[in-house]
């Protein structure tokens, strides 16, 4: 079985070849500055944060094509069954344009799953796949499983600007033009429902914002209780330090890598965000 992702998926490097196995990504697109580049591929997180801040210009995202789903699951249809995990439908249609591309290449035996989420939630779908793949389980019992993870993985992030959000259509131009006035800090999370941002409170400063961030996660989350937890931002390794430091006082973690957000989604936040992806150890399931 193999795997085919989108670079809406933030995931630690290298975690797919400690596990053994391929994952394939296919890349969004962002346009800045007339020139167009694949997230992940012809820019890298780095060198994207460094170029949005010295550009006036604001980036726009664009979906992979159903022709780049065509080419490669032609390429892997041979190979056997195909599991498509993708960023959530509620913000991008990358998996529509999947499941358009799935009925050009009826040779191929695809499931699909919409993860509901993005960035390193949706990376902790896909990576439980990968590993359920690689112990051999039927597509069935993967689904399930990724179906677990879902379910027990919460997503909340915060940002300085809203600039990047609401020129991306993410949130209203009024709300987000008067929480820029009011120099207001939203918490943002991501709905299991319809995989849809929706906020989930707001602080009157970043720093406020952070420790938000942690009220956020005792809502979810017992304090006390064993927390699995991964740290992801946009050039801002100071906050997310700040962050594990308030994190760190109220749960007991068991901490994966930092990841640094893809360009295709840091399009839409700019620079400065600092967010958790989360889940009760005691709910999140058993990994093979």
């Not at 490097?13 to 591929?41: C, M, N, W």
């Not at 006036?56 to 041979?78: H, I, N, Q, R």
């Not at 620079?271 to 990994?287: I, S």
Request: net charge neutral.
């Amino acid at each position: 079985m193999n795997i085919v992702t989108d670079s809406g998926m933030d995931i630690t490097p290298g975690a797919f070849s400690e596990i053994g196995i391929e994952v394939h990504q296919v890349p969004l697109k962002i346009e800045l500055d007339g020139k167009t580049y694949r997230s992940g591929v012809d820019i890298q997180p780095d060198e994207f944060y460094e170029l949005i801040q010295t550009t006036k210009s604001l980036p726009v995202t664009s979906l992979p094509s159903p022709g780049d789903f065509v080419e490669l699951y032609k390429k892997l249809a041979p190979l056997g069954p195909i599991l498509s995990i993708h960023i959530s439908s509620g913000l991008s249609n990358t998996i529509q344009s999947a499941k358009t591309a799935a009925q050009m290449v009826p040779e191929a035996i695809i499931t699909f799953i919409d993860t509901f989420t993005l960035s390193g939630a949706q990376g902790w779908q896909v990576e439980a796949a990968a590993r359920a793949v690689k112990a051999g389980w039927p597509v069935d019992k993967i689904v399930e499983l990724v179906a677990k993870v879902r379910a027990a993985t919460e997503t909340v992030y915060t940002l300085p600007d809203l600039k990047y959000l609401i020129h991306g259509g993410r949130i209203s131009h009024m709300k987000g033009l008067l929480a820029n006035l009011l120099n207001i800090k939203p918490l943002i999370g991501v709905s299991k429902t319809d995989g849809k941002y929706y906020e989930r409170g707001k602080s009157p400063t970043f720093r406020r914002a952070l420790e938000g961030i942690a009220n956020v996660i005792a809502r979810d989350v017992p304090e006390g209780n064993d927390l699995r937890v991964q740290i992801g931002s946009t050039a801002n390794p100071e906050g997310a330090d700040h962050l594990r430091e308030i994190i760190n006082k109220r749960f007991k973690c068991h901490w994966l890598p930092d990841s640094t957000v893809a360009p295709a989604l840091g399009a839409h936040t700019g620079v400065g965000l600092v967010g958790a992806f989360y889940a009760p150890m005691n709910l999140f399931p058993q990994l093979p």
